[in-house]
């Protein structure tokens, strides 16, 4: 039945624009249909195209807990003799805290 109406539709829109008609510039009649469709169009086509529903409301997730490794450096420990060389020295040794 909708193919049949839409068919009905098309045929006569169709036998309206192929009737013979004078070729006389009219008084705008022209101008004033096609900026009438292109407004009419423009709503429609709004319409239409606008979404069917609202997006959701973003979800805050918290971001997973981290493993943070302890901040190290490197110092200079206490006084060790050497006894290959002779002599005091201070190693460097890596703290953590």
């Given at each position: ?17 192929c ?16 900026v ?62």
């Amino acid at each position: 039945m909708r193919k049949l109406l839409i068919g009905l539709l098309i045929t006569g829109s169709l036998c309206l624009t192929c009737a013979p008609r004078s070729a006389i510039a009219g008084s705008g009649e022209v101008a004033a249909g096609v900026v009438g469709g292109l407004a009419v169009g423009t709503l429609f086509g709004a319409a239409v195209a606008s979404p069917r529903y609202y997006q959701p409301a973003p979800v805050y997730v918290a971001p997973a807990p981290v493993y943070v490794a302890p901040e190290c450096y490197w110092t200079r420990g206490s006084p060790v003799w050497d006894g290959y060389r002779g002599i005091w020295y201070r190693p460097r040794i890596q703290v953590c805290d």
